[in-house]
């Protein structure tokens, strides 16, 4: 079973950064979950992908408004995967989770995500 913990949302002016982490654990090498993600629920929106790191290789993936801006990456030694978020704009606020899927890629695809966070808010105004 993966648990997943956010932390690092809070309030920030556009421009602006915020560093969320994600905390992991129960997705050892034998668990077969080795892809986490970062998803963004907007208020009256859809949640939809942000960043994917496959642990495997480090590889990574990003949505089109992320690219350039936002930056995964992991740390194997504490199990936490970092969402480093620059040049914030109104349109990244949302409620983040970090999810875990199966599979040996890096995936925006949020169908393949089996356990989730319970979010942490990111407001930009």
């Known amino acids: 079973h993966v648990q997943l913990v956010e932390s690092g949302g809070g309030s920030v002016r556009p421009g602006g950064s915020l560093t969320l982490s994600c905390a992991v654990s129960?997705?050892?090498?034998?668990?077969?979950?080795?892809?986490t993600g970062w998803f963004r629920q907007a208020p009256g929106q859809e949640r939809e992908g942000v960043a994917a790191i496959y642990s495997g290789d480090s590889s990574a993936l990003y949505d089109d408004k992320a690219k350039g801006r936002f930056t995964i990456s992991q740390d194997n030694a504490s199990k936490t995967v970092v969402l480093q978020m620059n040049s914030l704009e109104p349109e990244d606020t949302g409620v983040y989770y970090c999810?875990?899927?199966?599979?040996?890629?890096?995936?925006?695809?949020?169908?393949?995500?089996?356990?989730w966070g319970q979010g942490t808010q990111v407001t930009v105004s």
């Open positions: 999810a875990a899927a199966g599979g040996e890629w890096a995936e925006l695809d949020q169908r393949r995500y089996t356990y």
């Open positions: 129960g997705n050892g090498d034998g668990s077969g979950y080795r892809c």
